[in-house]
């Protein structure tokens, strides 16, 4: 099932992880990080990745994929509406691929500090300002 969709993968699609299976007769390309730092985080076991922190490159697998597998996945990681795939590059070896990720970028605003009254909501002025 050799296909023309290469998707690295990180977390539960690696092999002897929970979702593999889905990944059985694609082609293996091999182990490879990314070129580009991200940051993982894990919540109930499962790995997401985030393009917001520039902390370290990815290791995961990369593979080639068809369109239905494709399908399959984006339907168990919830794209777009959980995780979102975007392309990214790989390397192996001296070896660069363009390839598919799932990411899961946080929603709202960074916050500066741990104090939500040093953030941006409308409301926290007005409490500064009758706290002062």
Same mark, same amino acid.
């Given at each position: 099932? $050799?296909?023309? &969709?290469?998707i690295?993968?990180?977390?539960?699609? +690696?092999?002897?992880?929970?979702?593999?299976?889905?990944?059985? /007769?694609?082609?293996?390309?091999?182990? !490879?990080?990314?070129?580009?730092? %991200?940051?993982?985080?894990?919540?109930s076991?499962? #790995?997401?990745?985030? =393009?917001?922190?520039?902390?370290? #490159? *990815?290791?995961?697998?990369l593979?080639? *994929?068809?369109? $239905? @597998?494709?399908?399959?996945?984006?339907?168990?990681?919830?794209?777009?509406?959980? %995780?979102?795939?975007?392309?990214?590059?790989?390397?192996?070896?001296?070896? $660069?691929?363009?390839?598919?990720? %799932?990411? +899961? /970028?946080?929603?709202?605003t960074?916050? @500066? =500090?741990?104090? *939500? &009254?040093?953030? !941006?909501? #409308?409301?926290?002025?007005?409490?500064?300002?009758?706290?002062?």
């Amino acid at each position: 099932m $050799e296909g023309n &969709n290469l998707i690295f993968v990180y977390g539960s699609l +690696r092999q002897n992880h929970v979702n593999h299976h889905l990944l059985v /007769d694609a082609r293996y390309y091999g182990l !490879c990080t990314t070129r580009e730092k %991200y940051a993982m985080y894990v919540v109930s076991g499962y #790995p997401y990745v985030t =393009s917001s922190e520039n902390r370290y #490159p *990815i290791v995961g697998e990369l593979y080639g *994929i068809d369109e $239905e @597998t494709l399908h399959t996945l984006d339907k168990m990681e919830g794209h777009p509406r959980y %995780y979102v795939r975007r392309e990214t590059t790989v390397i192996q070896g001296n070896t $660069e691929y363009t390839a598919w990720m %799932y990411f +899961r /970028d946080p929603y709202g605003t960074l916050m @500066t =500090s741990g104090d *939500i &009254n040093d953030g !941006c909501s #409308p409301g926290s002025q007005n409490r500064k300002a009758q706290e002062g």
